[in-house]
């Protein structure tokens, strides 16, 4: 069946980095979109990248864009979320999610099928 584990999160301080991955299995992966959200408490889930299957296109959300590298291992079936200059802003629980084919979106209405447990990351002095 198919899973999605996320691990990687922590607490770190204020421009610190963390890097998070998404361990898949149980699906063709190479060529399905992954997406990575994250909601804070009290907040609303919000998509912050993703990457496309097959060309491994990614997008970022504004918020991140220019400090958020998202980047698939098709070999090791793992999509990995670099995260540096990270703000406390930035805490939240961070989860994947698999798309239905290979494209992705920042939007969680769209066509995604199954998500992980979450990763916690705390951004505190």
């Known amino acids: 069946q198919v899973q999605l584990a996320e691990s990687g999160g922590g607490l770190v301080q204020p421009g610190g980095s963390l890097r998070l991955s998404c361990a898949a299995s149980?699906?063709?992966?190479?060529?399905?979109?992954i997406g990575w959200f994250r909601q804070a408490p009290g907040k609303e889930r919000e998509g912050v990248s993703c990457i496309r299957g097959g060309d491994s296109v990614p997008k970022y959300s504004d918020s991140v864009r220019g400090r958020f590298i998202i980047s698939r291992d098709n070999a090791k079936n793992t999509v990995s979320l670099q995260m540096d200059s990270l703000k406390p802003e930035d805490t939240a629980v961070y989860f994947c999610a698999k798309a239905r084919f290979s494209d992705c979106s920042l939007n969680e209405d769209f066509e995604y099928e199954y998500w992980g447990q979450g990763t916690q990351v705390t951004i505190s002095s």
């Open positions: 149980g699906f063709t992966f190479r060529y399905v979109g």
